[in-house]
């Protein structure tokens, strides 16, 4: 680190910007169309809740709310900006390590990482439980 | 003092210098006739440094109500602890190998008191109640009759909580057992008197004080002589306590330094408890936020919150702008939340939220104004981001 360096507060600058403003952040109210996923434990230091709504094959919009370090929130809500109007298919390739790479995230808060990749797995998983959306159904199926 | 628009709540890890400390460091450092080693009392540049290194002795003397050829001048508190621990409890060694400290010191007491165990002494760590304050009972009780040496500090520097010394120190007197008083927060904050403490080694620094870093003093009971084995070796200064070339600026800014902190005592006490008071308050209505440490036996200048529903990282990146001391570590060098707040009962999850704000001689009202919008804004924040 230069000297300078130490003037400025010690996280890369897109876990800055999304710390200092989250996209999504907040709970989707409860509907037919609503996924949502609670992961971790407040206690141990970071609990994230995320939740998503879809239409058919693809997520319209997602929202997060999460007690924890910097790195999870700005993962979080860089997940939320992520989801928005992709399809179930994009989204079960989403990688935590592309976004460690992107948010610039260091190796010992990669475990931030993988809490916001459970809680989009758990949310994937609701919605391949709900079967094929009946109006992506080809007609007379 | 703050790093462009930063507000600065950080005094008790350090002061900005006192202009007329300044002035009078400047003047020393521009006066080459006042720049000889005042080892070197053989020559009239030599004397002129001694000189004013005995006249800064007897001024810090008077301004801590301590016999002045007590003064063992340091680069710091850190060396006068390290000096005071080991090097008394080495030198009387013969008397007992048995210590007692209190959890809650500082590193600097409790490090070197790891050093002598690993060189066969056994140390005793009080664990103060859950205000901060260690009952002076407790100390009497863990005494032993190979107690050599009792070390407690005046100040705390975490939460701010005032020790009974004069207490403690009567107890260590009745017991024949020396008393070290790591006094580094003290000197502004409080009077300091050394002799009311009966104590036998009292550490110092300036820059607590609106002093320059890198000095300090350990005052040494002077009569009947304490035996302290040196740490440094060398040249024999200070009467062969600390050898090394005495740094005649650092310690004429630390005797300007006590000088000014004793004469604007009253001011500085009475403005730093109307200010941490409006702190306390706004915070208080944030809800949530716990004040650590004894609510009365404390300085005024120390404000240690814990606040709740927040993380503890978060909480210090949310108070960006802020200048302040954390309950964790990650902003300073140690890996661990605070051993302190730790030490008080707090989880690590808490002590890691927990926030200290410290105020001195130059914080404002329209400072802690600022800071309290900054701590709202960013604590509200955190608690409604958080999953209900």
């Given at each position: 680190m230069t000297a300078s360096g130490y003037t400025r507060a010690p996280y890369p600058p897109g876990v800055l910007e999304h710390f200092f403003?989250?996209?999504?952040?907040g709970r989707l109210g409860s509907g037919p169309n609503i996924l949502e996923a609670r992961v971790g434990e407040r206690r141990l230091g970071a609990e994230l809740l995320l939740t998503v709504e879809v239409q058919g094959n693809r997520a319209v919009r997602a929202a997060f709310s999460a007690y924890g370090c910097p790195y999870l929130i700005a993962a979080a809500s860089d997940l939320v900006e992520h989801v928005a109007g992709r399809t179930q298919d994009e989204l079960g390739h989403w990688k935590w390590r592309a976004q460690a790479e992107r948010l610039e995230i260091p190796t010992e808060r990669f475990n931030r990482l993988l809490l916001v990749e459970d809680a989009l797995t758990a949310c994937l998983a609701q919605w391949r439980a709900r079967g094929p959306d009946p109006r992506s159904r080809p007609a007379g199926s | 003092m703050n790093g462009g628009d930063e507000l600065y709540f950080d005094y008790a890890a350090t002061t900005p210098v006192d202009p007329a400390v300044a002035a009078r460091m400047a003047t020393c450092l521009a006066d080459?006739?006042?720049?000889?080693?005042?080892?070197?009392?053989?020559?009239r540049a030599g004397r002129r440094a001694r000189a004013l290194v005995e006249e800064a002795r007897l001024q810090i003397g008077a301004a801590i109500a301590a016999d002045a050829r007590g003064i063992v001048f340091t680069s710091g508190a850190t060396e006068a602890d390290n000096l005071a621990v080991i090097g008394a409890a080495r030198f009387n060694a013969h008397r007992g190998r048995h210590l007692v400290s209190a959890k809650t010191e500082h590193k600097a007491v409790l490090d070197a008191l790891a050093v002598l165990t690993r060189e066969g002494f056994e140390v005793t760590l009080l664990k103060p109640a859950l205000d901060g304050l260690v009952d002076p009972v407790q100390v009497a009780q863990a005494l032993?009759?190979?107690?050599?040496l009792v070390s407690l500090m005046?100040?705390?520097?975490?939460?701010?909580v005032v020790q009974d010394i004069a207490a403690v120190g009567r107890i260590c007197r009745e017991r024949n057992v020396l008393l070290h008083v790591d006094a580094a927060q003290s000197v502004g904050k409080l009077p300091v008197d050394v002799r009311a403490m009966s104590a036998d080694l009292v550490s110092f620094s300036a820059h607590k004080a609106y002093g320059p870093k890198g000095v300090g003093l350990l005052w040494v009971r002077p009569e009947p002589r304490l035996g302290v084995e040196p740490l440094l070796r060398g040249g024999g200064q200070e009467n062969g306590l600390r050898s090394g070339t005495l740094a005649t600026h650092q310690i004429v800014g630390m005797a300007e330094a006590f000088i000014v902190a004793r004469r604007e005592l009253e001011r500085d006490v009475a403005a730093a408890r109307d200010l941490a008071q409006r702190l306390l308050a706004g915070l208080a209505a944030l809800g949530g936020v716990e004040l650590n440490g004894h609510p009365d036996q404390r300085v005024p200048g120390i404000v240690n919150v814990t606040v709740h529903g927040v993380e503890g990282e978060s909480l210090r990146l949310a108070l960006d702008g802020i200048a302040l001391s954390s309950g964790s570590a990650c902003a300073s060098s140690?890996?661990?939340?605070?051993y302190v707040l730790r030490g008080l009962g707090r989880t690590d999850a808490l002590a890691e939220s927990s926030l200290r704000f410290s105020l001195g001689r130059y914080t404002t009202a329209a400072e802690v104004d600022a800071a309290l919008a900054i701590a709202a804004r960013g604590i509200e924040r955190l608690r409604a981001l958080a999953p209900a």
């Open positions: 403003r989250p996209r999504g952040a | 080459r006739t006042l720049q000889g080693n005042a080892s070197s009392i053989g020559h032993r009759p190979d107690t050599v005046h100040v705390n520097n975490e939460i701010g140690s890996p661990e939340a605070s």
